[in-house]
């Protein structure tokens, strides 16, 4: 072996050792130990540059950590979301300067989007046949082939479903004529409530508000969505309302079981909420009659004109064949579902707020003296109450979460941030609502802060407060509009067709309230709600006084 080689190690084999020719002893033990020093170090350090990260990989500590504390971990954070939600996303979007922020629950992989330019991605993903889907979101919160009598919501036909059409356009432009119906019925079954009253203490009759709200809003809306006749009928008003509590247990269950088992489960469960079957037998036969009618219609025959959302969801279908029955009773127990809880927890809160905030009670039964005829004439209008509403939703709103979209397909954003199929792109609503970057003072309370200058005087200033010191936005807005600043009713093409109805009905319920009562709640101190996943929801046991007025507006 010649060590005068330019090569830095030997390149022969170490088997030609005694046929090595050595300049002198002492230099060749030193070039032996230099060399073999040389080698070890090149050799480690080739071993590390090259195995020294499937090294660390293979070692038992990474392996524990990778394969079961981490997972832990990740799995710990995402059961969490059951009980923290707001908190959790809170946090994300504090930390997220704007870029969307990745949330686990057990069964779902959030990806949060702030910036409107990505919220107009998301938008023009989601038209049907697209890689975005609201009903394959909705499916999977709800269940419905388990919680709605076999409803295959993403089984729907690619032009949509006929509900939009019927809430956001004929439910809204009805409003006159439904209104002053509402009006009587709702100040009746309010009154009733009330004066069974949940507790009397000291003479002072105490109800609990989420339970008798609820109750209100079932009832009105069985009137606005299915009819007359099926409000008065106690029984399918109390299984419409069982419907629901069952549906969102239902579907809970079988979202946290894994999904091989989520049919076994889903059929265990769903025999278990009879309240679907009572709905279900119920609408059936008229949602028959009703199409037999439009049979007898197309061949010229006289058949009774209806105003309600059997009717106005088979005029509004967009498919190409005609709505069957069994159709239309899925989208009728689908909207029944998404009409309830969302609009009384937002009146809920409101009546929280109004006890907190008593100052505001004054100028809005002005506004309510002034003004409620017109409101009822028109649907529209009640601009303090309306502002009253808004700012209540904004600091409680009902949902963290918004504008939900299922990945069907697999989907990437612009700057690269992808969803695998499965994953939800949404917005983190309540952390936007409660932003410095889009409101002045987010954390105080301004109840006229979204209302429009010609609506405030001196009459609407609560308590005298000095009108400099309120925070307000620079434009005026209404509950049911919809901005980059504003999501509580989604965004984009699929925003809540109902909207218009709930603000309506909001208004009625509150305004009847506010002219005939003084409100206080028995403890204002006292938690008032509780959260599971993304929900806010009122607590049953709080308790609100409701004092009549003793002249009333
Ligand atoms: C305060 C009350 C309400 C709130 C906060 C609310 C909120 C929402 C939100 C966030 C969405 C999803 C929109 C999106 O993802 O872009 C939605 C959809 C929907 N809402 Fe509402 N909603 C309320 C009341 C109602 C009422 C009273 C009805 C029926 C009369 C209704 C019917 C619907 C329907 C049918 C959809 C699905 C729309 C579609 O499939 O395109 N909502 N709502």
Redesign the pocket.
């Known amino acids: 072996m010649d060590f005068t080689s330019s090569s830095p190690w030997p390149t022969g084999a170490a088997p030609g050792l005694d046929k090595v020719t050595y300049s002198s002893p002492a230099l060749t033990d030193s070039r032996w130990t230099m060399a073999a020093l040389g080698l070890v170090l090149i050799t480690l350090i080739l071993y590390r540059a090259v195995f020294g990260d499937a090294k660390a990989k293979f070692s038992p500590s990474h392996l524990f950590n990778s394969y079961l504390i981490n997972p832990i971990i990740q799995r710990h954070k995402a059961w969490k979301f059951l009980l923290d939600g707001p908190g959790i996303i809170q946090a994300g979007y504090d930390q997220s300067n704007d870029k969307p922020f990745e949330i686990l629950s057990p069964d779902t992989r959030h990806i949060f989007i702030t910036n409107p330019s990505q919220l107009a991605e998301m938008d023009a993903a989601s038209t049907p046949g697209n890689a975005l889907s609201?009903?394959a979101?909705?499916q999977r919160a709800l269940q419905p082939m388990y919680t709605m009598h076999r409803f295959g919501w993403y089984d729907v036909p690619p032009e949509?479903?006929g509900?939009?059409r019927a809430?956001r356009t004929l439910?809204t432009n009805h409003l006159p004529n439904l209104l002053p119906e509402l009006g009587g019925m709702m100040g009746r079954k309010f009154e009733e409530l009330r004066s069974q009253g949940d507790e009397m203490v000291d003479g002072e009759r105490r109800s609990r508000v989420a339970r008798m709200i609820v109750k209100m809003v079932v009832l009105a809306?069985a009137r606005?969505?299915f009819s007359e006749e099926l409000a008065k009928n106690d029984e399918f008003v109390e299984a419409a309302l069982t419907y629901i509590e069952q549906l969102v247990i239902c579907a809970e269950i079988i979202r946290l079981v894994p999904s091989w088992l989520a049919p076994i489960v889903g059929r265990l469960v769903g025999r278990r909420n009879a309240a679907q079957r009572v709905l279900y037998n119920t609408l059936m036969p008229i949602a028959q009659r009703r199409c037999e009618e439009r049979e007898l219609a197309s061949q010229g025959q006289q058949v009774p004109k209806h105003n309600d959302c059997f009717q106005w969801i088979m005029e509004s279908s967009t498919a190409k064949t005609p709505r069957t029955a069994v159709g239309l009773v899925h989208e009728l127990m689908?909207?029944w579902f998404?009409?309830?809880h969302?609009?009384a927890?937002?009146i809920t809160i409101a009546i929280h707020d109004l006890c907190l905030h008593p100052e505001y009670l004054e100028p809005l039964r002005m506004e309510i003296s002034e003004s409620y005829a017109d409101f009822e004439r028109t649907g529209q209008g009640l601009p303090l109450l309306d502002s009253f509403i808004k700012e209540s939703?904004r600091l409680n709103?009902?949902?963290s979460i918004?504008?939900?979209?299922c990945a069907v397909r697999p989907f990437s954003f612009a700057d690269g941030t992808s969803l695998a199929v499965g994953d939800w792109a949404c917005t983190p609503?309540a952390s936007i609502l409660r932003s410095a970057r889009f409101y002045e003072d987010p954390l105080v309370f301004s109840g006229f802060r979204f209302a429009p200058a010609d609506a405030l005087n001196q009459k609407s200033n609560p308590g005298g407060t000095d009108e400099t010191k309120v925070p307000r936005q620079a434009n005026p807005s209404k509950l049911v509009d919809v901005d980059s600043a504003f999501?509580?009713?989604?965004?984009?093409?699929?925003?809540?067709?109902?909207?218009y109805?709930?603000?309506a009905?909001?208004k009625v319920i509150l305004a009847h309230i506010i002219a005939n009562f003084d409100v206080k709640l028995v403890d204002p101190d006292a938690s008032r709600t509780w959260t599971y996943r993304s929900s806010r929801i009122p607590r049953e046991d709080t308790m609100v006084v409701f004092t009549p007025l003793e002249t009333t507006c």
């Open positions: 609201l009903y979101a909705s949509g479903l509900y939009v809430l439910l809306n606005s969505i689908a909207i998404a009409s309830v969302p609009t927890i937002t939703a709103p009902v949902e918004s504008t939900r979209r609503v999501y509580m009713w989604g965004s984009g093409r699929q925003t809540c067709p109902g909207r109805y709930a603000s009905l909001a």
